[in-house]
T-cell receptor, first 114, second 114 residues
C-alpha cells in the first residue's frame, strides 16, 4: 500500500521568507498529490494539488513541484505571512480495491513570525 | 463552506462504553470518510463510504464500525471505547473518488476516553 512521509514536522520562518515542505510516496502508480492546510480548531482545506502529467503548478504565493522519478513532491510558499501559520498535510492516493482513498502525511506545523 | 456538521463536537467517556459520532452533509456528495488525527500520525483513514449502505475499511479500522443508511448521514461507532481511541475525529465528503477530487472536512469531534 501507499506510504507518505512528510518533512519537516515543524518549520519556523520569518515573515517574508520562503517555506518548503517535502513529501515522499511509495507507490509509483500514484497520480494525484494534494496539499491541505489546517488552521487551529478547523478541519483541513485543500490549497493546491498536482497531477502526474505536470511537474509544477503555481497559485499566487504557493507552488507545488513533483518529481515522479524520485517519487517526491514539495510545497513552496513564498513571501510568507503570519496567516500562513498552520499545519500543512500532503497526501497521495491508496490505489486499488476499486475506490481510491487519500493517505496523508504526518503534517508540518509552520510558524511565521512577524 | 461545505455543509458538513459533526456531532457531538466534544465528548468525554469512560473505557468500555459505546460511542457514536455523527456526520451530516447537505451537499448530496456520494463519498464520505472518517479520519482520526493524532500527533505524529497526521490524518489516518478509519472507514469510508461510496454510497448508501456501501462502506469499506481504511488504514485503522479495528475497533470501529460505520453505517450509512441515508446519503446525508455517516455514523462512526466505537462499540467499546478504549483510551487508544482518544483522538480528534474528522468527517470528510467528496463528490468524486478521493484520488481525483477535493475532500471537504468537517470541523472535527474531540473524543476523550478515560
Amino acid at each position: 500500500g501507499e506510504n507518505v512521509e512528510q518533512h519537516p514536522s515543524t518549520l519556523s520562518v520569518q515573515e517574508g521568507d520562503s517555506a518548503v515542505i517535502k513529501c515522499t510516496y511509495s507507490d509509483s502508480a500514484s497520480n494525484y498529490f494534494p496539499w491541505y492546510k489546517q488552521e487551529l480548531g478547523k478541519g483541513p482545506q485543500l490549497i493546491i494539488d498536482i497531477r502526474s502529467n505536470v511537474g509544477e503548478k503555481k497559485d499566487q504565493r504557493i507552488a507545488v513541484t513533483l518529481n515522479k522519478t524520485a517519487k517526491h513532491f514539495s510545497l513552496h510558499i513564498t513571501e510568507t505571512q503570519p496567516e500562513d501559520s498552520a499545519v500543512y498535510f500532503c497526501a497521495a492516493p491508496l490505489l486499488g480495491g476499486g475506490y481510491n482513498k487519500l493517505i496523508f502525511g504526518a503534517g508540518t506545523r509552520l510558524a511565521v513570525h512577524p | 463552506d461545505a455543509g458538513i456538521t459533526q456531532s457531538p463536537r466534544h465528548k468525554v467517556t469512560e473505557t468500555g462504553t459505546p460511542v457514536t459520532l455523527r456526520c451530516h452533509q447537505t451537499e448530496n456528495h456520494r463519498y464520505m470518510y472518517w479520519y482520526r488525527q493524532d500527533p505524529g500520525h497526521g490524518l489516518r483513514l478509519i472507514h469510508y463510504s461510496y454510497g448508501v449502505k456501501d462502506t469499506d475499511k481504511g488504514e485503522v479500522s479495528d475497533g470501529y464500525s460505520v453505517s450509512r443508511s441515508k446519503t446525508e448521514d455517516f455514523l462512526l461507532t466505537l462499540e467499546s471505547a478504549t483510551s487508544s481511541q482518544t483522538s480528534v475525529y474528522f468527517c470528510a465528503i467528496s463528490e468524486v473518488q478521493g484520488d481525483t477530487g477535493e475532500l471537504f472536512f468537517g470541523e472535527g469531534s474531540r473524543l476523550t476516553v478515560l
